[in-house]
């Protein structure tokens, strides 16, 4: 083995390995990656001996030498017509492998609406006091490694009372290309008070026929929702079968704030996200809504944390996993409610169908609680296919596998009916279903 | 409508059954013919679901002993959707919910899964709200239903209408009734039993399972059989209702 590829396999020089190796066009935003770029060097590579990491193996991927993207391929519109939101045709931002694509995105946005690319905003005063403020790159060795990244992104910024009707897609194309690339996406997203608006984080891939490529997609996501305004956030990631896939989002909840996240992950071969949510000041509303559909190996690691800290806060969470043949989903989901967050009403629940004898699930929810005066709940549920239900579907002349199918698709229409973009779910459940065999 | 030229549909000999291993069937003999409705009353425990189950081929149960012959066929051979196939419906006593699956996309997927087994024609989305339309009247469902997901939020009665709506799709030659009458209010028992009577004709047959006679003031029986430890133990006609309604089940011995 030469000492190249030794160092390859050196879980704690890989990611150093993954750093930049040009500057950013931007001073101040220099200065953060090179405090980032410490990080990188000093944090170590999660692996399966920390405890946060136990059952998602990532030093699977230090077998690759991800490299930097350096160009994009010439994709159009049609090329991504497969993922295009009827709702959200003139409010599109495209990145093609991290890289900003201004002809394939369309801004044409209601008054007191900005999402636009970074680079075009880089002394905009938001963007400078709050990028970076709320992902950890300081202990995440990941979030680290993408701050280190930092120059291409989403901004979107709501004015404050701004009622944003038009939903916003943050489009995240990663495609075939002959050497495996890594790509570091990175949204910011700040609602000012009593702004309102529907959020759609999507992370694809092309082809989406006869072809899986790896690739890493490592991306971070800062939402700071201020008092009184409404984040509708939906995160879908669908990246090809043999990705890596990191992602980390940060959410910041000002006073009667309402934050609601449906979660999606269908695709890539190893995929953890982290959704970090801080309550800042009371009566916060959050609704979170989590499905992971996997098979053959995929593993895929959903880590949530709901830190309640100040009082009158309310959160929900249904967390979903279907796992078949050899896949592993992994939940772990954190409630704090901290001594001074009284008054909190807060349930979790965690509900999984494994599929095969072979799959595996690992769900752990967590509730902390060093108030007196609150109200939670917490389970989780490991099941097969019901017996009943499955009868019942038989005696209506459904012979096994389509009733097996449609209960499946029934325990996850669940989730998707949540999504609240109608073409989009539509869109979902099709996938589902045509998964299931065209069932419905 | 029974005469005794009609054939025989079902045909049950010394039937046996049990779940983990626990005997509940010990012994079942009944013959249905074309054109008649049978009532099995009977004690709790009494195995009188299981029998219905057992007919419709639950996997829990395991047949024991005895024959079910349903028009010529072996039934107890057949994996539950082929009893289907071959005409027979259970009307559950609690309908599952299935989230996400409309009502109409349901009835839709049952009814052509059953054409295709019967050599019919499939029908498209449209023709079938045409024809799922028509047939929601004979249950007096309202066909804001039909778009509704499959009995979620539907009240007891609701479910109960819905599954004499999908027996009026399949089209049985035979119905069996599982506790259908338990959690009606009596305007809906009333809408249940009237949907079985129009679904009535002299070529299939219905096996009502209840507690209670009420149902039996609505749908007529032209047998009552009373079920005790595993057992029919008497067989009348309408009039036996009656007295079991008055009188309880103690007084019914072997």
Known sequence: MSAAIKSIFNHNTYLSGLLPTTAAPHEWLNALRADAALRVRALPFPTTRDEEWRFSDFSLMCKTAFAPVVATPALTLTDIAPFLLLEAVNSRLVFVNGIYAAHLSSTVLPAGVVATNFSAMLTNETLRAQLAQHAPFQHEAFVALNTSHLQEGALIVLSKNTDCTTPLHLLFVSTASIAPVASHPRCLIVAESGSACTLIEDYVCLPTVNASPTYFTNAVTEIVIEDDATLRHTRLQRESPSAFHVGYAAVHLGRNSCYDSNNITFGARLSRYNLHITQSAEGTNCTLNGLALISGRQVADTHTVMDHTQPNGNSAQLHKCIVDSGAHAIFNGKIFVRKDAQHTNSTQSSRNLLLSNKGRIDTKPQLEIFADDVKCAHGATVSQLDTEEMFYLNSRGLNANTARNLLIYAFAEEIIDKVPIASLKQHLSQTVSSQMGEIV | ?254
């Open chain 2, 1 to 254: 409508m029974i005469s005794s030229s009609s054939k025989t549909i079902l045909e049950v000999r010394n039937l046996s059954a049990s779940v983990s291993g626990v005997g509940i069937l010990k012994g079942i003999n009944l013959t249905v013919r074309a054109g008649e409705v049978h009532a099995i009353m009977g004690p709790n425990g009494s195995g009188k679901s299981t029998f219905s189950k057992v007919l419709a081929g639950h996997p829990s149960y395991t047949v024991t002993g005895g024959e079910v012959m349903f028009q010529g066929k072996n039934l107890l051979e057949l994996p539950p959707e082929e009893r289907a196939h071959a005409g027979v419906f259970l009307a559950f006593q609690y309908p599952i919910e299935i989230p996400g699956v409309s009502n109409s996309a349901f009835l839709r997927l049952a009814y052509n899964t059953m054409q295709a087994r019967r050599g019919g024609e499939d029908l498209d989305p449209l023709e079938f709200n045409d024809y799922i339309r028509e047939k929601s009247r004979i249950v007096e469902m309202d066909p804001s239903f039909l778009d509704r997901n499959v009995n979620e939020g539907f009240s007891g009665g609701e479910k109960k209408r819905n599954e004499i709506l999908q027996m009026a799709v399949l089209d049985p030659t035979l119905a069996i009734l599982d506790e259908t009458d338990s959690g009606l209010d009596i305007d809906a028992l009333r809408i249940v039993a009237s949907g079985v009577n129009k679904l009535m004709t002299p070529n299939n047959a219905v096996i009502m399972v209840t507690h209670y006679q009420r149902l039996l003031n609505y749908i007529t029986p032209d047998f009552v059989h009373v079920m005790r430890g595993g057992q029919i133990i008497k067989t009348g006609g309408k009039e036996l209702a009656l007295e079991l309604e008055t009188r309880g089940y103690d007084w019914v011995h072997a």
